[in-house]
């Protein structure tokens, strides 16, 4: 199969590699040119673990190759992916559909023979209605079909998550489509991954609801969380004992900060809106959009009680920006609500991220970038984990307990074992763990 791939963000620059993986020849398109300029440097303008061999090898291959010119892309394409952003619209919270059109726009003006179109990106429903009017407006003899085939893959884990998926959700209306998105994706069939075939709508909505559930799981143990740090439970082992009860499942109940990142902040808020005007409003996503919402605002006014009522003049040596590990990724990082806080009251912060700072840079004004988590740690009057970075948990506590002026450390990622930290003579607090008795 011949494939373009519009747009070579996260999704779209991991789907192309993986596609070209497969066996297929992947035409990957960016409007920026600066991005197709590096890729075809061989550099990878992301982080994302693997990424970097899996391109270098398609590329070698032949199989994989960058343009910025979308028609010579498309024109030779059995299945056209658009994967541009979807970004949270100013002022209503709806889904910034421009991209998505602009590049419907463009595409038809560049198909030719028989083409599948296909979004990627994660769309409200009706959007590939609308993908498809848009193409027949221009091209009325065009042949052609609108699928949707969401994306479902995580940052941080995305090649792993692309090719040995849980499920691939395909919405088409035609055989001849089908029977495209079926080839497309044979290879998965070896692996025996559930093909979940719908319309186009439903595979729409499919995509919002997962988001949106995943999300309500993530709100709903960090509350679970609070209650534990009022009455003395371990919300770690309520987490396990609901968890083991398969019909609950043990993934997404580790407590935090409150959701981020570039997908369920800006999900939600779309189907909360979308549902709004189809008159069936989503009561339980819109009460948790407000409720992540005010946990990340109160996350530093935690550290500010932790400290005695004030950080004025205090250093806060903070461990990780990005809103989760293995990522570059800063998009809604909870990060970005807890550091002004607590620069707004007084503090001086001196932070480390792994793969985050050159991003956090741009976004963050005023903070002392390090090399290394030791450094940050260094002359600080309390230590802030935001991210779970796996490097993170093999710091040696007692060598950051000898670099900090008061050996205070605020956990809201629960990576310390509160004890060993206590007994070490930290001052510790983590999320919905009971305190010392
Ligand atoms: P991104 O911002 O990293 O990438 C989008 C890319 O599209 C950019 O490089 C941009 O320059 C390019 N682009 C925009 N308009 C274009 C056009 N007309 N022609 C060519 N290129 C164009 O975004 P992303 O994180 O890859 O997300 C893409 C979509 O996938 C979004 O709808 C998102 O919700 C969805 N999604 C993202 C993830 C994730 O983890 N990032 C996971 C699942 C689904």
């Known amino acids: 199969m011949r494939i373009a791939m519009i747009g070579s963000g996260y999704v779209g620059l991991v789907s192309g590699a993986c596609f070209a993986q497969f066996g297929h020849d992947v035409a990957c398109v960016d409007k920026e040119a600066a991005k197709i300029e590096r890729l075809r440097r061989g550099e990878i303008p992301i982080y994302e673990p693997g990424l970097d061999r899996l391109v270098a090898d398609n590329v070698r291959s032949g199989r994989l190759t960058f343009s910025t010119h979308l028609a010579d892309a498309v024109g030779n394409a059995d299945a056209v992916f658009i994967a541009v952003g979807t970004p949270t619209r100013r002022g209503d919270g709806h889904a910034d559909l421009s991209y998505v059109y602009a590049a419907a726009a463009e595409i038809a003006q560049a198909i030719t023979g028989y083409t599948v179109i296909v979004t990627k990106s994660t769309v409200p429903v009706g959007t590939g209605r609308e993908v498809a009017r848009i193409i027949r407006e221009s091209r009325p003899a065009a042949e052609f079909d609108v699928a949707s085939n969401p994306e479902f893959l995580r940052e941080g884990a995305a090649i792993e998550d692309f090719m040995k998926p849980d499920r691939v959700v395909i919405g088409v209306e035609s055989q001849r489509a089908r029977d495209v998105m079926a080839a497309i994706y044979r290879p998965l069939n070896l692996i025996q991954t559930p093909m979940v075939f719908t319309n186009i709508e439903t595979a729409e909505v499919t995509k919002y609801a997962g988001n949106a559930f995943l999300a309500t799981k993530i709100t709903f143990i960090n509350e679970i969380a609070d209650l534990c740090e009022k009455v003395g439970a371990d ?182 074992d509160p004890g060993e930290m206590r007994a070490l003579g930290f001052t510790y607090e983590g999320v919905g763990r009971p305190g010392p008795r």
């Open 235 to 416: 919300v770690h082992d309520v987490a396990r004992g609901i968890g083991l009860d398969g019909r609950i499942g043990r993934k997404f109940l580790h407590p935090g900060p409150g959701f981020g990142g570039s997908c369920f902040p800006k999900d939600t808020l779309a189907l909360a809106y979308t549902a709004r005007e189809a008159n069936a409003p989503q009561t339980i996503v819109e009460q948790v959009i407000q409720v992540n919402n005010g946990r990340k605002k109160r996350m530093a006014r935690k550290v500010i009680d932790f400290c005695g009522g004030s950080v004025a003049g205090l250093t806060v040596g903070v461990l990780g920006l990005t809103f989760k590990p293995n990522t570059d990724d800063m998009r809604d990082a909870p990060s970005l609500d807890i550091v002004p806080a607590l620069q707004a009251a007084g503090a001086r912060i001196v932070a480390f991220d792994p793969e985050g700072m050159e991003e956090a840079g741009r976004l963050l004004k005023d903070v002392t970038f390090t090399r290394t988590a030791y450094e940050a740690a260094t002359g600080a009057d309390v230590l802030l984990v935001i991210t779970e970075w796996h490097e993170f948990r093999g710091l040696d506590p007692r060598r950051i307990k000898e670099l900090m002026r008061q050996p205070r450390i605020v956990d809201l990622r629960n990576i310390f």
